[in-house]
């Protein structure tokens, strides 16, 4: 009986372990986001927030330059983004450019030995996009990067390729007469959860101004349907992009959503407007310059679908509501937030113009989804 009762103790003391495995230790914290009672309240882990900390500490600035100088485009040969910029700057810029993205393999990650002005490696190619595509978001996408704007560091953080990247998925191997439906498999992209595994390709892919393969709204404004026409389907397809969001930035939905109304704009926080925005530079940056990249890319560095390896909110935030907790990254190196090459066409300025100005319009025409 003795030898019993000390079986039934060591049980209770596994399942008891088993059971406060699941909950975290030390208690999250709860920090009000809003007006008290509607439920805004962001939770947060002290020990997953100083691990944060320690993980978006940006390196030191390359010593700054005096101004001035011969410009860059007409000393090297073969410049075609950066001429405009003093020998000085351009020096500078390339230098910090090889710690962000090639420290290890430094200057020959995108150069060979024969010269610098050979475009013979394909790594040269994209970073002259890449680097296009940095000074877009900074001067363009001011409404979701704000004043702190972005680098290569930003996505790179010393890697060759960021580490938060995706491309098509074309489904995980499954047993014969088992239907995945492309979910009910644990995917990082979904925050592993039951949800759709590449919501990506739905709503990340495609110009900023087209609506994506789903729809947005899928919350009902009534306690019936009512007219709503969204189908769980679809409602699973955005609800797996909103928990890529929380996890991407490590946030709960109350971080733009009241959730006693996801779906009304005049209920929610300011940081589901910058949500908006960050969508649509999302999509130009996948669009408009991460998929032009296949031609010259290997295949080691595509999918398994052959296309390029692309952006989605991990890739800049890594688990952080702001990009390395909100350090200030044009200051030292204001030449990426400015185009240094010919700007974009008037005609594509004025199309995001009046994009924008009619979401200011038409707030409800920026469903709930987003």
């Known amino acids: 009986m003795k030898t019993l009762n000390t079986f039934k103790t060591i049980g209770l003391i596994v399942v008891g372990s088993l059971l406060l495995a699941a909950c975290e230790n030390p208690p999250p914290e709860a920090v009000q986001r809003g007006y008290r009672g509607v439920g805004q309240e962001l939770l947060y882990n002290p020990d997953a927030l100083a691990e944060a900390i320690a993980n978006n500490q940006v390196p030191a600035p390359q010593p700054p330059i005096p101004a001035g100088g011969p410009k860059a485009g007409d000393i090297y040969e073969n410049v075609e983004v950066l001429g405009d910029l003093s020998v000085g700057e351009f020096t500078r810029l390339m230098a910090a450019i090889t710690e962000w993205v090639s420290p290890e393999e430094g200057c020959n990650y995108c150069h060979v030995n024969e010269g610098f002005q050979y475009d013979t490696k394909y790594t040269k190619k994209v970073a002259r996009v890449m680097i296009q595509m940095t000074q877009r978001a900074n001067v363009a996408w001011g409404d979701h990067v704000g004043g702190a704007g972005v680098t290569c560091y930003t996505c790179h953080r010393g890697k060759n390729i960021p580490e938060y990247v995706w491309a ?9 007469g088992v239907m995945t439906a492309g979910q009910n498999i644990a995917s990082v992209n979904a925050a592993y959860s039951s949800l759709p595994n590449d919501s990506f390709s739905m709503y990340l892919d495609g110009a900023a101004d087209e609506e994506p393969g789903m729809p947005w709204g899928v919350a009902g404004h009534t306690a019936l349907p009512n007219g709503n026409q969204a189908n769980v389907k679809e409602t699973e397809w955005i609800y797996s992009l909103m928990m890529h969001f929380s996890d991407s930035l490590g946030v709960n939905c109350t971080h733009c959503h009241n959730t006693r109304a996801f779906y009304d704009w005049e209920q929610s926080s300011p940081e589901r407007v910058r949500a908006w925005h960050g969508i649509r530079m999302v999509r130009e940056m996948n669009n408009d310059y991460v998929n032009p990249t296949a031609d010259w890319l290997p295949d080691h560095r595509k999918g398994p679908m052959g296309d390029p390896l692309k952006v989605n909110c991990a ?12 350090a200030n990254m044009i200051d ?5 937030a400015k185009y240094t090459v010919a700007a974009p066409t008037p005609e594509v300025e004025e199309e995001a113009e009046a994009a924008a100005a009619g979401a200011e319009e038409n707030p409800e025409g920026m469903t709930a989804g987003n």
């Open 332 to 336: 030292d190196y204001p030449n990426l």
């Open 315 to 326: 890739t800049c935030h890594q688990g952080a509501y702001q990009p390395l907790l909100g």
């Open 168 to 176: 098509t998925d074309p489904g995980r191997p499954h047993p014969p």
